[in-house]
């Protein structure tokens, strides 16, 4: 009998430093790593095609930060009109309520809220978005900042919907406020 107990509490104990090691492992490079971005069609009298990769890093399990590109193409038919708007912008997020589902009654893994910043520059064409007779670019640095939502679409992939502020809302502003924008997150 006093075998059984010195095995019991061997395989006991041995299953709780297992336990311990196992939270006290930091996740690797990779699974900090995240990628995702927005992607979006618009055709008809106006063409709008959006492409906006990025590319995070958890830095911890509720602060996260990376870069994106972005690439815009319109036409407008009306008007004989092609333009490309290009750019880079850099980001950072912080969750303040991981999981939505300990506060609301609705049942686990309802999704985390966030507050999201980020700084871009995108490159405009000046006779097209200013009705400048200047047919140069410009570049357009815009600061938005605001509260996302999270929500798992997979055991390893996220919808991110954001609400920002721009803080440069001017006449060379592309953006006015306030800005909403969806994106992909594995």
Request: with cysteine; proline share 4%.
């Amino acid at each position: 009998m006093k075998k059984r107990i010195v095995i019991l509490l061997i395989v006991i104990v041995s299953a709780i430093n297992c336990l311990a090691q196992f939270e006290d492992e930091k996740p690797s490079i990779r699974d900090r790593l995240f990628f995702g971005g927005g992607f979006g069609l618009a055709f008809g009298s106006v063409t709008h095609v959006d492409v906006s990769p990025l590319v995070g890093y958890k830095i911890t399990n509720r602060f996260s930060a990376g870069i994106g590109l972005s690439y815009q193409y319109y036409k407008y038919a009306a008007y004989n009109i092609k333009t490309s708007i290009y750019g880079a912008k850099v980001f950072t997020s912080f969750t303040i309520i991981k999981d939505l589902g300990n506060i609301l009654p609705f049942g686990e893994n309802m999704g985390a809220i966030m507050l999201h910043a980020e700084l871009e520059g995108l490159n405009l064409e000046k006779r097209i978005f200013y009705l400048s007779s200047d047919d140069g670019r410009e570049w357009i640095v815009t600061p938005l900042a605001g509260i996302g939502y999270s929500l798992p679409v997979g055991q390893r992939s996220f919808l991110n919907i954001y609400l920002l502020y721009n803080f440069n809302e001017s006449s060379k502003s592309p953006y006015q406020n306030p800005v909403f924008r969806m994106s992909l997150q594995f």
